[in-house]
């Protein structure tokens, strides 16, 4: 079974300061992992993705993530959060076989203070 | 190129009601999965239907049914529904059913009393 642990509800960065944002992953195969971002009372948008190519994703918003099998992590980074980026964040995984569900973390909330 | 829409944006239901909610999916593509957010939880997998096929389904009950047009569109139905069932409901399409790439609708706003 596949399962996502997203570490800290919520998360305050400074603007200008670093975010990291933690998934934690559980799979029997290996997986695929996404991140998404919600806006409020918005659906999801597709930050990055990765699918077994380089370890190291860059994304949109000039977000990245890096998937690490021994730590079975693949956190959220980006150099320099913008109020703008105050969002809920969802880490998910899926297998690269049968039907492509997405198992979805609990989401981070992050808040960034001027 | 269109993306996924849903509607309605918002449903109020009571208890025992049945209610449909409705999905484009974006041009081209033929898959559709439907996904349960409750209130501050990560969505939760309903069921996925691929050329008007169920493809897949998660832990939800047989209340909880779906339909896929020959044009891709779909439906989800929920019979009696429960006071748990108030939460938001994201449709979201892939090229086909073996793409790792789902596109979000902004979801169904349903709140049940």
């Known amino acids: 079974a596949q399962s996502v642990t997203q570490l800290g509800s919520h998360v305050s960065v400074s603007e200008g300061a670093l975010v990291l944002l933690r998934c934690n992953y559980s799979?029997?195969?290996?997986?695929?992992l996404f991140w998404y971002v919600q806006y409020p009372n918005q659906g999801l948008q597709l930050l990055l993705k990765?699918?077994?190519?380089?370890?190291l994703v860059k994304g949109i918003n000039g977000f990245e993530a890096e998937f690490k099998k021994s730590e079975t992590s693949f956190h959220l980074t980006k150099p320099s959060a913008h109020m703008s980026d105050a969002a809920e964040y969802f880490c998910a995984v899926s297998r690269p076989s049968g039907t492509y569900k997405y198992i979805f973390g609990t989401g981070t909330r992050l808040k960034v203070l001027a | 190129e269109t993306g996924v829409t849903q509607s309605p944006t918002h449903l109020i239901k009571t208890r025992g009601q049945q209610v449909t909610l409705r999905c484009s999916s974006q041009s081209g593509h033929n898959t559709v999965s439907w996904y349960q957010q409750a209130l501050g939880q990560g969505p939760q997998f309903i069921f996925q239907?691929?050329?008007?096929?169920?493809?897949g389904r998660g832990n939800f009950p047989p209340r909880f049914s779906g339909l896929q047009f020959p044009n891709y569109s779909s439906e989800l139905n929920v019979n009696a529904l429960e006071l748990d069932d108030s939460a938001l409901y994201l449709c979201?399409?892939?090229?086909?059913?073996?793409?790792?790439?789902?596109?979000f609708g902004p979801g169904t706003r349903l709140t049940v009393l």
């Open positions: 799979s029997s195969v290996p997986p695929y």
């Open positions: 239907y691929y050329r008007e096929e169920e493809n």
């Open positions: 979201a399409s892939s090229l086909y059913a073996g793409d790792n790439e789902q596109f």
């Open positions: 990765y699918t077994s190519a380089a370890t």
